[in-house]
T-cell receptor, first 111, second 115 residues
Framework: GQQVMQIPQYQHVQEGEDFTTYCNSSTTLSNIQWYKQRPGGHPVFLIQLVKSGEVKKQKRLTFQFGEAKKNSSLHITATQTTDVGTYFCAGRVGTGNQFYFGTGTSLTVIP | NAGVTQTPKFQVLKTGQSMTLQCAQDMNHNSMYWYRQDPGMGLRLIYYSASEGTTDKGEVPNGYNVSRLNKREFSLRLESAAPSQTSVYFC??????????????FGQGTRLTVV
């Protein structure tokens, strides 16, 4: 079954508002990745987090990895129309090659 | 560099027909993957190959077979297509570095409809 859950499934925001998506795993993750998929496109890598409690920033995007390495979040400050798409987390368990993708959060930004 | 190339981009099959989805990468990556994407389900791993000559089952392998032909190519075969296999299929590749899997690069996807 699905090991990595993501909420919310959909989010509509006014341009300029903030946005957050949450990723939760039933098991401890060795690392977690985040991807963005534009409508009709393919997933594109954003970032990888490895350490417990790690926080990384990319311009308006802030990524966090939980202390217990079971959850993660992506926060976008002051959304823009270019942020539209579906955001996926993907968690790795142990040292295997498998990444378990979350169900994704579809972001719509209303101009 | 083309990255990850998938063919075909679109396909319609009748129930019971067979077909092979092709994938090739030119980044010299060791690991390659096949995912399917269905609405509300995210991406689910079908099969993966950690290196040339090895393949392993992922979350949803039933009804599929794979071949890692060489380091560049990883194909996915549907022996007897079923409507439940209607989906978007993505191939991806990644590189191991000091025991840490790096980011996956995805192909453009194959939109498969089984009628």
């Amino acid at each position: 079954g699905q090991q990595v859950m993501q909420i919310p499934q959909y989010q509509h925001v006014q341009e300029g508002e903030d946005f957050t998506t949450y990723c939760n795993s039933s098991t401890t993750l060795s690392n977690i990745q985040w991807y963005k998929q534009r409508p009709g496109g393919h997933p594109v890598f954003l970032i990888q987090l490895v350490k417990s409690g790690e926080v990384k920033k990319q311009k308006r995007l802030t990524f966090q990895f939980g202390e217990a390495k079971k959850n993660s979040s992506l926060h976008i400050t002051a959304t823009q129309t270019t942020d539209v798409g579906t955001y996926f987390c993907a968690g790795r368990v142990g040292t295997g090659n498998q990444f378990y993708f979350g169900t994704g959060t579809s972001l719509t930004v209303i101009p | 560099n083309a990255g990850v190339t998938q063919t075909p981009k679109f396909q319609v099959l009748k129930t019971g027909q067979s077909m092979t989805l092709q994938c090739a990468q030119d980044m010299n990556h060791n690991s390659m993957y096949w995912y399917r994407q269905d609405p509300g389900m995210g991406l689910r791993l079908i099969y993966y190959s950690a290196s040339e000559g090895t393949t392993d089952k992922g979350e949803v392998p039933n009804g599929y077979n794979v071949s890692r032909l060489n380091k560049r190519e990883f194909s996915l075969r549907l022996e007897s297509a079923a409507p439940s296999q209607t989906s978007v299929y993505f191939c991806a590749s990644s590189r191991e570095r000091v025991g840490l899997v790096t980011e996956a690069f995805f192909g453009q996807g194959t939109r498969l409809t089984v009628v």
